[in-house]
Structures are given as C-alpha cells and as structure tokens.
C-alpha cells in the first residue's frame, strides 16, 4: 500500500484542481464580504443564499452602510432566508465594529467572537478565509468530514463528540494555506462527503477513512437522539378594508422576531378582537385552511381567519408597532414566509397584482 501523506496536503491538492473558487464571496474577498456569507450559510445551502447574498451586498455594500440601516430594511432583505435572530445580530454587529472598532472588521480572534451571532467556527472562518490567520473551523460539512475519517461516533451535539471532533479539527489544519485549506474541508463536505450519496471513490482522503475501511459511511456523524416534533396553533387575522391589511410587528423575542405578520388572536373571540383592537366590527368574517409551518423543533399549524371591515377606526396606536399596509405597496419589511404565503393568497383574494 503506498505510503498516505497528510490530510491537509492531499486537500489542497484536491482542492487546487476540484474546489469551488467562482462563488460570489470568493470574489472582491473582505472580511465584510466573507463574514455576511459565513452568517447567510449557518444551517443554509449554498445555491440558496447565492441571490440573497448578491442582493444584500449589493444593498449594504459595507459595514458602514449596515450599521446606518433601518432594521426593517435589512430584514427585508432577508425575508425567505429563515433564522431571523442571524440578520438582528448581523446588524447590532455591524453598529459595535462601527462604535467600538473604528468601522473596521476587528482581526483579533477574541473580538470576532464577542459579535452578536458569532460563534468559535464562524470566527475562525472570517479571520482565516479574509485575512490569512490560522483557526481550525467545523461547521456541519466539516463535521461530517471529520467523523467519518477519523470514525468519531456520536451525535455532534454531545461535548464529548464535539471535542473529539475540534481536536481532529485543529489537528489536520496546516501551518500554511490557511484561507484554501478552509474552503478545502468545507467544499469537501459540500460536494463529495455529503450527507446521503457520499461520493467516496473521488475523495482526496478516502485512504485512510476509517469509516470507509469499515464499510461504515453511513453510520457517521451520529443521529441526534429523536423526540417526538411538537404540534403548536395559532389563529391569525388578516383585518383588510379597501386594500389595506393590519399588520403588527413581531416582539424581538421569539420566533420571526422584529418581522412584521399579522396579529394573533389568542383566547379572544373574532369579535371581541375588533372591538379591542381596532374599535370597529367586521362585516365578514371568512375562515381559510389552515396553513402549517415546520421548525426545526416543532410544526405550527395556522388558522388564518380573513376580517373584512367596512370603514377604517382610528385604533392604531404606533405606527413603528402597527400599520394599515397597502396590499399593492412593497412590505413594510421583513416577512416570514407563512406571512408571505398569507399575504399573497390575500392580494389574489382582494384582485391586487403580486409584485
């Protein structure tokens, strides 16, 4: 058998002829640039943040102009993506290296980590991929990667795996190449060691994967333990009148945090809802299918109930909590996508043409 060089040298040479080296945050690389790509792709595929990421850098071309940005803009431009907590942190981010790092991406290890929404993989990430330091990272292809070579078993979650699984991590990373090896061991578990269909045959690294030698691929990285997906309701209303639909901002805790959606009605009967909320009462009440929405911890199942009014009241209190919105104007900003959904069916509904 011939004798099997290091990990990380064999990557690169893999990496050299078969990486990916044309996505968009390869291009013009800054840390801004690359730090907005490592948040957009935490628990997101790669062709799916592709237009987001385009879109947003092309918006906030900087740090600067983040920081300066109303919320709901750059949670509009979000919108569709999921995992909202990611832009809230993004941009109360972008105002500390604005306040406290003189607008410049902090190059110190401990610095990036104290940012809101950045964690140990995700800093090491930005500092080695933008500005050439050496941090080991393991995000959840590189995780895979590493399990599967060095047949660490167990659930990722658990610390006992973690650390077996950040000390294989921070031993494979070479004392140079530092920006190409993390793309490497990230493209590597993207493109070949995927999760289903491991394409093993044209692994740079296949010759000494235990896993492999075991005939044992599937079984790594470890399941996470399976609990029974809780089943949650709601009852959401669509007040609308002469175009127009009530719409709430969200509380900055909980699920779609910041985001505008339209108002939950609780313990209240529909009537009593008006009443309270809108000092009027509805000329037609009209319930449609239920809608539901999958988290990655529970289903939400949403009975959208449709409340036309005949004349507006004058109930509405802040027009930074709550608004009368234009079905034909551009969304006042970032919407989770069941409230798309909702919107749209009610556009279609009321003859308003989607934008």
């Given at each position: 058998m011939p004798a099997v060089s290091d990990f990380a040298t064999r990557l690169l040479a893999w990496f050299d002829a078969h990486g990916r080296k044309d996505l968009p945050w390869q291009q013009d690389v800054t840390p801004y640039r690359v730090w907005v790509s490592e948040i957009m792709l935490q628990q997101t595929q790669v062709q799916t943040v592709i237009p987001y990421f385009k879109r947003f850098v092309?918006?906030?071309?900087?740090?600067?102009?983040?920081?300066?940005?109303e919320r709901d803009e750059v949670l509009a431009h979000w919108s569709g993506l999921g995992y909202y907590a990611r832009a809230r942190n993004l941009h109360k981010a972008a105002e500390i290296i604005c306040d406290d790092h003189q607008g410049r991406f902090p190059a110190s290890f401990d610095a990036v980590l104290a940012l809101p929404g950045i964690g140990r993989s995700t800093a090491g990430a930005v500092l080695s991929l933008s500005m050439q330091q050496r941090h080991a990272i393991l995000d959840g292809n590189v995780k895979r990667v590493l399990a599967r070579h060095d047949a660490i078993g167990g659930w990722p979650g658990k610390s006992s795996v973690q650390n077996?699984?950040?000390?294989?991590?921070?031993?494979n990373t070479p004392q140079e190449s530092f920006a190409a090896y993390t793309q490497a061991v990230m493209d590597l578990g993207a493109t070949l060691c995927t999760r289903s269909k491991p394409r093993c045959a044209e692994c740079p690294v296949s010759e000494d994967c235990e896993a492999l030698r075991t005939n044992a691929v599937a079984r790594y990285p470890g399941p996470k333990p399976k609990k029974a997906k809780p089943l949650r309701t709601t009852t959401m209303i669509?007040?609308?009148?002469?175009?127009?639909?009530?719409?709430?901002?969200?509380?900055?805790?909980g699920i779609w945090?910041?985001?505008?959606?339209?108002?939950?009605?609780?313990?209240r009967s529909v009537e009593e809802w008006c009443g309270d909320e809108l000092g009027n009462q509805a000329a037609e009440v009209v319930a449609w299918e239920v809608l539901r929405h999958s988290f990655s911890h529970y289903d939400l199942d949403i009975q959208p109930i449709v409340v036309r009014m005949e004349s507006h009241a004058g109930k509405v209190a802040d027009a930074d909590v709550s608004i009368w919105h234009r079905l034909d104007d551009a969304p006042p900003g970032g919407l989770a996508a069941p409230v798309k959904i909702l919107m749209d069916q009610l556009k279609k509904s009321e003859h308003v043409a989607q934008r």
């Open positions: 092309a918006r906030f071309p900087d740090v600067a102009a983040l920081a300066v940005a077996a699984l950040w000390e294989a991590a921070t031993r669509l007040a609308s009148i002469a175009g127009e639909v009530y719409m709430e901002r969200r509380p900055e805790s945090g910041g985001l505008w959606g339209f108002p939950e009605l609780g313990e």
